[in-house]
């Protein structure tokens, strides 16, 4: 095995300026490649997100949770404490909001306390995008309603990458973009209410990637197709063309109406099975942001079987989000500097 | 001094409802409107005078559908901040929602903001009263005790009517006191929790849709029953392509209905809302950009009938959230003008004369009140507007307590001036206001 590289190897990215992550929408292709980049990178040197570098130390990072979530709140939190920095958790039960705090209010309490960055998870689409506007700090939005969640969108193009190109992706002359140039991804499901359809689709978009988008039409607007997106809704007319499938989550939570018959009728429809598998390319990937909900969009033997990169992606979480940390604080440090400068 | 005779010299009289478009002296005496190009002999004693040379002298205008908020509401706006507002926005008539707290569905209620208004002395006051009692759209209000309790018309509005069989029987019912009914077009079951126009924006951006549906279901409604019933029934704000396709469709068969408009729905699109800032938050919300087009024609053409402010309050506060939690809600009386001014008179969409007639004379028909004209011996309710006069919004300077705008940061092309109601000259702008260009 190779010797990991150590800290002072990292480069900073000339491509990611920005303080804050907020959606992928309008990041450039240039842009979100860095940050792949640089997880990738990250990854090696934490030997697959175990092992701590101190390139954070001093430095807290805020989760500011407004919604239940377990996985990405602890994601973000490791990737802080594996380089060095500490973290301060807040979620809004039991705390002020229920007091009647607005959000805003209760991040600018939070960012008080001297904090570095606000990583924020909310039930309403663009509230990152409100604190980015208000506070000092940086901020990473790990999920704004159905909008987006661009590490999520991020981990998944990262966990793509490393299965095509592997070991040629270290070389800085290997071009990702030809490998999603011809590729096909299909984000089945539950499009309408997810945040990671629409940080997926946006960015395998500028990188280069065929998306198709599939699902009931109850679930799946026409109005994609406007926007450039191929759009199915039968999973059995596409399968064979995919070389990877993402399955998302039908989102019970969010729906106020049913938007089909039944879990059984949906699952008989849009479930990845083994039959199904049988008619999918040989080297399909399939990949769930989870949580998944077995039986319903993938069974046990898909979730459990060769093809399923369901794990990696978890582990590419932790990756995604050092590098996101990291570019953030830099990029904040770089444009504080040069706003000295000027003064 | 009389301070109730004014001579108004030099000004660009514009009076749609005589057809007048010219410059003419206009003279003002005892509450009314005394005489036009009057010869200096025959001037009243003791006119104060203005030199209104350069500007447009129009009926004042006429506010179809005003929130005040006050009673129960105050945080919002008052009837004393709302008439300033209104004033210098160059309104002389507001016709107010019944969306006061107690609700404005009890004789009392629609006496107590009369008597309120009546203590501010600005703009004139007119109370919409509830349609439907204690606007569950269970049951008919006690239409004719309010009615002779001062009411204008009955609605619900902000409040859509959704009870069809309730509309059809008060839209009968009211036809004995021949009081209009303005109905806010919308089904809520299709509305429901939506924040933005339904449309690839909306998508995008993963905040739910009010579909243009939603309304066009309720115009289709609205027209029918007005056709069934021949009741007098206003609908509006209206804001999609087909509504606009179902009242000219009805009008053109001599049906009688008439629609309104918003400034914000004649301005901008939904695109506005890619900053997440919730004084885009608005109601109806902005569509797209093919919606807004096909609305400024339909005032140009005459399908829709006026120019209604959409001046809903709200307190920063509730502003100043998340855009599912934030109200919809602009201050509105204080830019209306302007924003008409600048998005349709400038363009050359409107000439000013059916700007004015949109914004007064359409307007006074449609409720069947006083005012919207110059007639001699009409209300001295009168108008001066600066039509060159660019000024920058700012929203913080409005004399309403609301400082949430989809206007702010705009440079408005036009200002009014001056307001006079009855005769008295109630709003003035100071030489050295906020937001003047150099």
Redesign the interface.
């Known amino acids: 095995m190779d010797a990991s590289p150590s800290p002072d190897q990292l480069s900073f990215p000339a491509a990611w300026r920005h303080p804050h992550l907020l959606d992928l929408?309008r990041l450039s292709a240039a842009e979100i490649l860095a940050v792949l980049r640089t997880a990738d990178q990250l990854k090696t040197m934490t030997e697959g997100c175990r092992r701590k570098v101190p390139l954070l130390t001093g430095k807290t990072c805020a989760n500011l949770f407004f919604e239940n979530s377990t996985r990405t709140r602890n994601s973000f939190s490791l990737a802080a404490k594996r380089l060095g920095a500490d973290t301060v958790e807040f979620s809004s039960s039991g705390s002020s909001v229920a007091k009647g705090e607005?959000?805003?209010d209760t991040a600018k309490t939070i960012e008080a306390m001297g904090v570095d960055w606000v990583v924020t998870r909310?039930?309403?689409?663009?509230?990152p995008?409100?604190l980015a506007r208000e506070l000092d700090c940086c901020v990473l939005n790990a999920g704004?309603?159905?909008?987006?969640h661009p590490t999520q969108g991020l981990l998944d193009m990262l966990t793509i990458l490393q299965h095509r190109i592997g070991s040629d992706w270290k070389n800085e002359a290997a071009d990702p973009e030809k490998v999603f140039a011809g590729m096909t991804v299909a984000l089945v499901g539950d499009i309408a209410h997810s945040?990671t359809a629409?940080s997926n689709l946006w960015g395998l978009r500028k990188l280069g990637a065929h998306v198709i988008i599939c699902g009931p039409p109850t679930l799946v607007?026409h109005?994609?197709e406007?926007?450039g997106f191929e759009v199915a809704h039968r999973l059995d007319e596409i399968v064979h063309r995919c070389d990877v499938l993402n399955l998302l989550r039908i989102q019970f939570e969010r729906q106020?109406a049913r938007p089909f018959p039944s879990v059984y009728e949906y699952a008989a429809l849009y479930a990845m099975n083994g039959e199904r598998l049988r008619h999918a390319k040989d080297d399909i990937l399939i990949m769930a942001p989870g949580p998944i909900n077995r039986g319903v969009e993938i069974t046990p033997e898909v979730a459990d079987g060769p093809h399923s990169v369901i794990l990696e992606q978890v582990t590419n979480g932790i990756a995604v989000r050092m590098a996101s940390l990291w570019l953030l604080a830099n990029a904040k440090e770089n444009a504080d500097a040069s706003a000295e400068n000027l003064s | 001094m009389n301070d109730s005779t004014w001579v108004l010299d030099g000004g660009r009289l514009i009076d749609p409802a005589n057809g007048i478009d010219r410059i003419a002296r206009l003279v003002l005496h005892e509450g009314k409107v005394h005489s036009i190009d009057t010869p200096d002999g025959d001037l009243p004693p003791d006119a104060g005078r203005l030199d209104v040379s350069g500007k447009i002298v129009a009926p004042g205008l006429v506010d179809l559908a005003t929130e005040l908020r006050e009673p129960g509401s105050e945080e919002d706006e008052t009837i004393q901040t709302g008439s300033n507002a209104a004033l210098a926005g160059g309104y002389t008539t507001v016709l107010c929602c019944s969306s006061t707290k107690p609700l404005m569905d009890s004789a009392a209620s629609v006496q107590l903001v009369r008597q309120i208004a009546q203590r501010v002395d600005g703009v004139r006051v007119l109370p919409i009263a509830c349609l439907s009692k204690g606007r569950q759209a269970e049951q008919m209000a006690e239409l004719g005790i309010l009615a002779a309790a001062g009411a204008a018309g009955f609605s619900d509005t902000p409040r859509p009517m959704p009870n069809d069989a309730l509309l059809k029987r008060a839209l009968d019912y009211c036809r004995m006191f021949d009081l209009p009914i303005f109905d806010r077009p919308e089904v809520p079951e299709l509305a429901?929790?939506g924040v933005m126009h339904d449309?690839?924006i909306g998508?995008?951006?993963?905040?739910k849709g009010l579909p243009t549906e939603a309304e066009d279901l309720a115009v289709a409604r609205d027209v029918r029953l007005a056709e069934a019933t021949k009741g007098r029934l206003h609908v509006g704000p209206v804001s999609t392509m087909g509504s606009i396709d179902m009242i000219g469709r009805v009008k053109s068969r001599g049906i009688r209905i008439s629609a309104s408009v918003c400034p914000h729905n004649l301005f901008g699109s939904d695109e506005l809302l890619r900053?997440?800032d919730s004084r885009y938050k608005v109601h109806p919300p902005m569509r797209s950009p093919s919606h807004v087009e096909a609305l400024r024609n339909a005032v140009a053409e005459g399908v829709i009938d006026a120019i209604e402010s959409g001046h809903m309050p709200r307190a920063q506060?509730k502003k100043?959230?998340?855009?599912?939690?934030a109200p919809f809600g602009a201050s509105a009386l204080e830019t209306t003008l302007a924003a008409i001014a600048t998005d349709l008179v400038e363009t050359k969409i409107l000439n000013w004369s059916r700007a004015i007639e949109c914004l007064s004379t359409a307007p006074a028909r449609i409720a069947g009140v006083e005012g919207g004209t110059l007639s001699v011996g009409a209300n001295a309710d009168v108008t001066v507007i600066d039509p060159s006069n660019a000024w920058s919004v700012e929203a913080k300077e409005f004399r309403s307590r609301c400082h949430s705008s989809p206007m702010t940061g705009r440079t408005l092309s036009a200002r009014v001036t001056h307001t006079l109601v009855g005769g008295r000259l109630k709003f003035e702008l100071h030489p050295t206001a906020a937001g003047a260009a150099s």
């Open positions: 929408e607005t959000f805003v909310h039930s309403t689409p663009g509230t995008h409100l704004d309603g159905p909008h987006e945040r629409r607007s109005r994609w406007e926007l106020k | 429901d929790g449309g690839q998508l995008i951006l993963g905040l900053s997440y506060e100043a959230n998340d855009l599912d939690l």
